[in-house]
Structure formats: C-alpha cells, structure tokens
C-alpha cells in the first residue's frame, strides 16, 4: 500500500511545477519551500520577511521527516522478516519484531515532542508569542 500527499501551490505570481494538475508532492514541497525562505544560509543572512513562514514550515515538516525515517526502518526490518521466513531463526525474527515496536514507538514519541515541545502548542511555528518552551 502507498500513501502521498499532494500540495497545491497557493501563490499566484510564481510559476507551477511541470506536474500534472499543478500538484507536487510532500516530500518535495517542504524542502523546496524550505530553501525559498532560507534554509542552508547562516542564521544572520537569512531575510527578516521569510522567518514567520520558514518557521511555519520547518515545524510542519520535522514530524512528517521522523515518522518517514521510522517507515523506512520498519520497511527494512520487514524485509528481514522475509528473509528468515520459514526458517528456525525464531529468536532473530522476535528481536526484529521487537525492534519494530521500539522504533515505531520511539519515532512516534519523537514526533510528538516535536508538535508539544512548547506551551502553549501554537508558540512553536509563531515566534512571537508568550511560550515556555521544553
């Protein structure tokens, strides 16, 4: 089963990608926004008008990033598990199992301290209200 998620572009002036109904995917779209409001400059150059929206954008996608690191690890430790299948490596294929479960958890407790890291919640991608963050 494959998942993707579309983005359309909301600004008028720039020209759509060359994809079909002017859509492009997710993993593309928040690098790709990313660099246009000024990841990869130092911290000092980076323009003053991009802040809000690359902030915006960084804290949307951190936790789509961990939860694609964790399918990635848990495809790979699926195909461990067909490898061995039928097999009399039964603690092997229970390690992997469990392995798993420790990286679907972990991955899934990462990105939600991602979201929550701050209180109030809505701090985090609007950097000018009153916070406490962890």
Known sequence: MSVAVFLTPQSGNQPAPNLPAQK???TFGFPTTETKYGLGLPLALRPK???IPYTRSNYAG???YQ???SFFKVALLISYLRLFKGTSHIVYRRVVWIAMVGIVAGHLGCALTLIL???PVSRSPRLHAPF???
């Open 132 to 134: 406490a963050c962890a």
């Open 62 to 64: 951190r936790p789509i």
């Open 117 to 119: 890291a701050c209180k």
């Open 24 to 26: 492009r995917l997710l």
């Open 49 to 51: 008008a991009n802040l």
């Open 67 to 69: 939860l694609g690191i």
